[in-house]
């Protein structure tokens, strides 16, 4: 965004103290002063700016190394070959630990309210609508203001297919990051559950979003269809320190009437073989090895409410669950937080 632009949205002051706060390569400063400038959601522009800054913010800030051993110690699992289950005034450093890499997995019961649930759901129709009337060529100033791809972005959503005009309005995926809007919604949101404090003490130090494992979600009912079994830690490499925050914003899974998610309550901290075994896909881990997993640590299809959230890392085993039953799309949020000092590049780190 030139300065020119930037002169037109915000008062002399404001723009001076931004402009120091980035000539010291302080940006959360800078954040911190647009932020107060006007209020998100008031001026789309002015968004834009600030989600720009959070994704250059990586590349011009120090960050610390962090040589430690990691994970350090945690407790038993609550139930072995079984997700961790809480409610979410129960959420805390220890119990993320243990759910984690005891368990395969953290369950937490009722994280955000319904009010907000509801905000989310609303938000992804908008931006999935805006995104459809992008690529055709027919957005309005209203779609503009729910869609729009950052020039601080690199690459695209390949893996979400083709962004042609053949994309539905009604489904789909969408970085959050191309909605500004959405994105800023939930930056403010995960302060208030305070996760930027959890994860660091998780991590051991600050954890940071990226652009593209940060996906707003509304999939289709397919009841014929079988999802592949993976890791993401087969797409993000080694020496990672990574946890992924999952929110159904849905009533979904178990009996549900949308599809939910296939998981393997496993705490083995391994990357499988891919691509074999009766894979249809190179990245996806085969059913017979899966056959072999689940004789030790049967699957489990978990009954997820709006607001809930499943905590898991790079190792988990999982694909979406879709069943004869189900009638409904499920809507949610994936979240994907990287220890500053071993987030990968590839990813575009976000500042939050």
Request: glycine share 10%.
């Amino acid at each position: 965004m030139s300065q020119s632009v930037l002169a037109s949205i915000m008062d002399s002051e404001t723009a001076s103290d931004v402009a120091a706060a980035l000539a010291a390569d302080d940006y959360p400063g800078a954040i911190a002063r647009l932020e107060k400038f006007a209020s998100r959601g008031e001026n789309p522009a002015l968004d834009q700016r600030i989600l720009d800054l959070r994704i250059e913010a990586f590349q011009r800030m120090q960050w610390p190394e962090n040589p430690l051993q990691w994970p350090r110690e945690f407790e038993a699992p609550r139930q072995a070959g079984k997700l961790a289950d809480i409610d979410a005034s129960e959420l805390d450093i220890e119990t993320l630990k243990s759910g984690v890499f005891g368990s395969g997995g953290l369950i937490v019961r009722e994280l955000v309210e319904p009010g907000q649930v509801a905000m989310l759901r609303e938000g992804i129709d908008c931006a999935l609508a805006a995104r459809h009337a992008a690529v055709k060529g027919e957005a309005t100033e209203v779609d503009r203001s729910w869609y729009g791809r950052s020039n601080s972005v690199a690459g695209g959503p390949v893996q979400f297919g083709n962004l042609g005009k053949r994309t539905p309005a009604d489904s789909g995926s969408v970085w959050a990051v191309d909605s500004p809007r959405m994105a800023l919604h939930l930056i403010a949101l995960y302060r208030e559950l305070g996760l930027p404090s959890l994860l660091e003490g998780y991590f051991g130090e600050a954890a940071l979003l990226s652009v593209k494992k940060w996906v707003l979600r509304k999939v289709k009912p397919n009841p014929g269809q079988v999802a592949g079994w993976h890791q993401d830690g087969r797409f993000l490499g080694e020496d990672i320190r990574t946890v992924n925050m999952w929110i159904a914003l849905s009533d979904c899974g178990g009996d549900a009437a949308a599809p939910g998610m296939d998981i393997i309550p496993a705490s083995r901290r391994v990357i499988h073989e891919t691509g074999t075994a009766g894979a249809d896909f190179d990245w996806t881990v085969g059913p017979g090895l899966v056959a072999g997993i689940e004789k030790s640590t049967p699957a489990e299809n978990p009954r997820f409410r709006p607001g809930d959230a499943l905590f898991f890392d790079e190792f988990n085993l999982h694909r979406t669950g879709f069943a004869s039953h189900h009638t409904e799309y499920r809507y949610a949020v994936e979240s994907w937080f990287f220890a500053a000092s071993r987030a990968p590049h590839k990813q575009q780190p976000v500042l939050f």
